[in-house]
């Protein structure tokens, strides 16, 4: 039942904003969006919340989700660099991973691979080592991306159920990727 408090704090929100166009409502808004996959939404609420603060790396690395999911990965590059400066660790290593992600995209590959790498020595985040098996998929690296992509699949088991719940799109992705790659 949070979907309706969420509708409702969404709707004062949106009226907030207009007299009160402060950076936390526009950030609150913008979580908002990000939680609805509303990107378009949330990438403007970003905007307008760093334009008028920028002592926080929050709205910086959310907006640089918001332009992931959008497909607009040199946008995102300035705003997943300046929270992995800031913090490398931030979101349980979320940051570090899409920034890699967003190199790779970008023609970056030398530095998507250092940062993979880096990243994926202490994270388990499905999400970030998907995006790794992908990448080392499109390298040529088929061998270690189907290792990586059945490593993926092998911890889907001691996952408590709402993390499951959770990594589900992340999975049959996961599995779509390995079928797609020759046997080893």
């Known amino acids: 039942f949070k979907f309706v ?3 409702s704090r969404k709707r004062e929100l949106e ?6 166009p402060s950076a936390g409502n526009y950030e609150e808004l913008g979580q908002i969006y990000l939680d609805e996959e509303k990107w378009a939404k949330a990438k403007d609420a970003y905007d307008r919340a760093i334009s008028s603060r920028t002592d926080s790396i929050d ?7 918001a ?33 890699a992600y967003a190199y790779w995209k970008t023609g970056q590959p ?10 994926t020595r202490t994270s388990t985040l499905t999400e970030t080592q998907y995006h790794y098996a992908e990448f080392l998929a ?24 709402f993390q499951k719940r959770r990594d589900r799109p992340w999975f049959r ?12």
């Open 5 to 7: 408090a969420r509708g």
């Open 15 to 20: 009226a907030a904003v207009v007299d009160n």
């Open 110 to 119: 030398d530095r998507a691979a250092q940062m993979f790498e880096a990243v």
């Open 173 to 184: 992705k996961t599995k779509a990727l390995r079928d797609s790659l020759p046997a080893i």
């Open 138 to 161: 499109a390298q040529g690296k088929k061998t270690e991306a189907r290792q990586l992509l059945d490593a993926i699949l092998a911890k889907r088991r001691n996952m408590p159920g």
């Open 59 to 65: 709205p910086f690395y959310r907006r640089g989700v």
């Open 67 to 99: 332009e992931i999911e959008l497909g607009m990965f040199d946008a995102a590059l300035p705003d997943l660099q300046r929270a992995v400066a800031e913090d490398p660790r931030y979101d349980f290593q979320r940051s570090g991973g899409l920034l």
